[in-house]
């Protein structure tokens, strides 16, 4: 399940506004790459919409079935908004309503042997 946790309003190329629903993922427990240690976090992405401001904002707080997972691309630079450090990232977070459970994956690989 992913939550709606804000509403961002954009410009498209014609200067025309559109708003993005801001979704969060549910907790997960990662282990430090520097330190080792573990952390809880969640991952957040963004997704527009063809809502209106007011109408986008009426659905934060609600929660929809899906996932936000890693999904590989070409390397891009990203700045740490709190550190400003550059790092480099080859993955974008994408919301996937549908994503497969393990029981699919597997039968699929056994479907196709």
Do not use: H, W
Not at 44 to 64: H, R
Not at 65 to 70: S, V
Not at 73 to 92: A, M, N, Q, S
């Amino acid at each position: 399940m992913v939550t709606v946790i804000g509403v961002q309003t954009r410009k498209n190329s014609q200067n025309e506004e559109f708003s993005l629903l801001v979704l969060q993922g549910g907790i997960e427990v990662v282990k430090s790459k520097q330190t080792g240690k573990q952390y809880f976090t969640a991952k957040k992405t963004s997704i527009p919409s063809t809502f209106d401001a007011v109408t986008a904002q009426s659905f934060v707080g609600s929660k929809m079935p899906g996932i936000i997972e890693k999904t590989p691309c070409e390397p891009y630079d990203f700045t740490i908004k709190e550190t400003g450090e550059v790092v480099e990232l080859d993955y974008i977070l994408q919301y996937n309503a549908s994503p497969n459970t393990i029981e699919e994956t597997v039968m699929a690989d056994f479907e196709m042997a």
